[in-house]
């Protein structure tokens, strides 16, 4: 007799088996946390352990040190940008700890490292890596900030301080260039270059620091004065490239300018003459010139006078344009308009060419204006301001606590440093190249004058980033626009612009003060190096140190009418065609103008009118 069984029975062995399986899953597996240290940060999140595949895989992950976290999780993933615009999530799922070093594995192919970057262990590098960067444009980051915790965002350097007032403790964050933290989402986002992504520095120090002189204590790519003064020296000749050849017509006598149109340039001129003289060149200079002046047809300013001659039709030009200006600027200062400052040239204009009642009102409106409200280029020109009152020899600790007051607290946090380098923001996303240079040179002259190394290198960088985006006859954008990771540039400066802020030829002309007693009104125009003015008795001595042998024109303003005159060691007498000669003068009672053209018999030639 033959016992039927059910199929059922069957399962009861399979189920036996499943149910013995799983209790040893159970056993072996499980989620539990896990906490890694490297330096001053730790990592903490969730690990759930599989026992089939041997793999720990992590979820819940946060980094953090001294006031700052970065939650890496399914509500804060790192956000990668695509060069095709799509965005990219990146989760953690495996850590390994190497004793000094952390990995942290996530999606879409990003892997997180920290490393101690210096020997004291309280520096940590914070590296994204990606096996393949060709289709990578940026990486976001998410973070946030611990109770009572602030950033300090002074200087306008990517470092960030992250400090309370009452710990002792605090985070230096430091980005790459080109990166933004942005505090009203909680992300910092870094840009990736041609070599990858830099990663972020987060140091642990035991007292506030001022972000500004922390960044510049440690960044060791920034220019040396040597490097500096070599990359001057290759862009002038880039420049001179253009300005005595492929830019110059000598059929026409003309300089081809951005725009296609051809012009007889007199700043180009000038410079071309005033670097001559430096290089033992300039007669076959003057040459050149006088023959290419005579090709055009143009009116010239008071600008080439000192070396072509023309002085009194130049001086004349001038003399109307400096009515119209002191106009307009009288106006400004009576209206308390402060926009006068956007004149960088207003100290010559108001403390050599007007009266001293202007200048005391300048003076005091100065010192009374409201430095936060003021545009970018308003405040870089109340910079070249004082600047120049100092460098006149004014003196005193307000003109000195106002110099680093308006540079230290309102312009530098106008500098942008991006991957292109370091420029002004003269408006929101911009730069203005040229202002960007004008203030990079005011910046040379704190650090020369204050001894600041931080203020002489910043000036240098402003330049250096500038010039580095000219052709190769020293054309430089006019306008710089930056956001979100774009660069686009507008219009042109050309180098005779820029020429005259960063080169300090001593031959190129110049205004100095013609008062002995320094006081406003009475003012000269020359191309000599070194210029005396002294008063004796009723005579008063002007002194001109020139290369011996060599004619130069000088204009004096503001003359008053005199007996005689002794120039060359003879008295000398006027002639209203004094110009056709090797040295001469005439005086133009009406303007006050006394014109002079003089060859120099010795190095240092005076001229001197008796009252």
Known sequence: ????????????????????????????????????????????????????????????LQIFGTGILFPLDKKNPIRI????????????????????????????????TMTPEEANNESVLMNIVF????????????????????????GGVPVFSINDKTSPEVTMLTLPMGATLDQSNNRITIPCGVEGIEGILIERTEEIQDPLSFWFSRKANLLSQAEYNLFLEEYLSEAMEGWRNSRFDTNNG?????????????????????????????????????????????????????????????????????????????????????????????????????NEGMVEKLKTMADSADRSSMATNTLSGLLKYYLDRIESGDTGEKLAFNLDELAADYLLSKIQVLQEGFFLESNPYESDLLLSIRTGSYFIKIGNLTDRDIFSTLGM?????????????????????????????????????????????????????????????????????????????????????????????????????FERMKMLGLNWKPDPVFYRYYSGWYYDKNNKSLYIKIRNKSEVEEIILYY
């Open 1 to 60: 007799m033959k016992t039927k069984f059910s199929k059922a029975l069957y399962l009861v062995p399979l189920l036996y088996i499943g149910l013995i399986a799983i209790f040893m899953y159970l056993q072996f597996s499980g989620v539990d946390t896990f906490t890694s240290t490297v330096s001053h940060l730790t990592a903490m999140g969730r690990v759930s352990r599989s026992p089939l595949s041997g793999d720990d895989n992590i979820s819940d």
């Open 81 to 112: 940008y695509s060069s095709d615009g799509l965005v990219h999530k990146a989760e953690p799922f495996k850590y390994r700890n190497f004793g000094n070093r952390m990995e942290i594995e996530m999606s879409s192919g990003l892997t997180l």
């Open 131 to 154: 096996h393949d960067y060709s289709s990578i444009k940026s990486v976001s980051i998410p973070f946030s900030l611990m109770r009572d915790f602030f950033i300090d965002t002074t």
């Open 254 to 354: 003309t300089w081809e300018m951005a725009d296609g149109e051809p012009v007889f340039s007199d700043k180009i001129a000038t410079i071309l003459l005033s670097e001559s003289m430096n290089n033992n060149e300039y007669r076959n200079q003057y040459t050149r010139m006088i023959q290419a002046k005579e090709k055009s047809s143009q009116t010239l300013s008071l600008l080439t006078t000192p070396f072509l001659g023309d002085i009194i039709a130049g001086a004349k030009a001038e003399l109307r344009t400096e009515r119209t200006n002191l106009q307009t600027i009288s106006n400004k200062i009576e209206t308390d308009d402060y926009t006068v400052f956007n004149n960088h040239d207003l100290y010559n204009l108001i403390h050599i060419h007007s």
């Open 461 to 561: 960088e402003l330049i250096h980033s500038a010039l580095k985006k000219s052709n190769i006859i020293g054309i430089i954008p006019a306008v710089l626009h930056f956001e979100d990771g774009h660069i686009l540039t507008k219009g042109n400066v050309h180098p005779e612009d820029i020429y005259p802020i960063i080169f300090n030829n001593p031959y190129y002309p110049r205004e100095y003060s013609a008062s002995p007693e320094g006081t406003a009104g009475s003012w000269l125009y020359t191309s000599a190096p070194e210029v005396g003015v002294s008063r004796q008795g009723n005579s008063v001595k002007y002194s001109f140190k020139y290369k011996v042998g060599e004619i130069h024109n000088i204009l004096i303003q503001g003359v008053e009418p």
